[in-house]
């Protein structure tokens, strides 16, 4: 997978809208960006993929610009369940064995 | 469909004792993981099995052993508990390669080692 850079922690309110940056500078063409969300006490799920421009689903949205270096998990306002550990990971659609998840942002969601 | 189910969901232990976390998904999943996650740290991948009769060594394999002798079974051993084997495991299970993030976590299994 490509090597990922996203923020450690961060905090909002309830009713914010809350976006999580990940950098990836090093993406291949074929690679796809996702996010999976990890609530406390849980394994992670996957919440969001995509390759380029924007994808929205029932729990968020990923803005990806043109050059795809970047990409924004945007949570829209966010509640006290959203507080998780949300991961950005970049790699291709198949073909591995196994995933490397990294750190993820913890996000805290206070009243 | 109960998915990936991981037991016990917590256990103490001595160290220098041994035990066994069993994982059971009922997906028909050919790929099976072991996690373990500590603060600070995010996931970290111990073994990894990509079919019925295989394991692999994935991250940080040392002091665990694994097993996969029925599809749907993951076992993984502590033949001497450590303190530093104080961890959460997360058992994870996916289809197979078609698609790399196809995957379904356990709820957890806290152990100390005391």
């Known amino acids: 997978l490509a090597k990922t850079t996203q923020p450690i922690s961060m905090d909002s309110y309830e009713g914010q809208e809350v976006n999580i940056t990940c950098s990836h500078n090093n993406i291949a063409t074929n690679d796809y960006i996702t996010w999976y969300q990890q609530f406390p006490s849980q394994g992670p799920r996957f919440i969001i993929q995509g390759y380029k421009t924007k994808v929205t689903n029932e729990v968020a949205s990923l803005f990806i610009p043109a050059d795809r270096k970047s990409s924004t998990l945007s949570l829209p306002r966010v509640s006290l369940s959203d507080t998780a550990v949300y991961y950005c990971l970049v790699g291709p659609y198949s073909g591995y064995s196994t995933l490397t998840f990294g750190k993820g942002t913890m996000l805290l969601v206070s009243p | 469909n109960a998915g990936v189910t991981q037991t016990p969901k917590f256990r103490v232990l001595k160290t220098g004792q041994s035990m066994t976390l069993l994982c059971a998904q009922d997906m028909n999943h050919e790929y099976m993981y072991w996690y373990r996650q500590d603060p600070g740290m995010g996931l970290r991948l111990i073994h990894y099995s990509v079919g019925e009769g295989t394991t692999a060594k994935g991250e940080v394999p040392d002091g665990y052993n694994v097993s996969r002798l029925k599809k749907q079974n993951f076992l993984l051993g502590l033949e001497s508990a450590a303190p530093s084997q104080t961890s959460v495991y997360f058992c994870?299970?996916?289809?197979?390669?078609?698609?790399?993030?196809?995957?379904?976590f356990g709820s957890g299994t806290r152990l100390t080692v005391v």
């Open positions: 994870a299970s996916r289809p197979d390669s078609s698609f790399n993030y196809g995957y379904t």
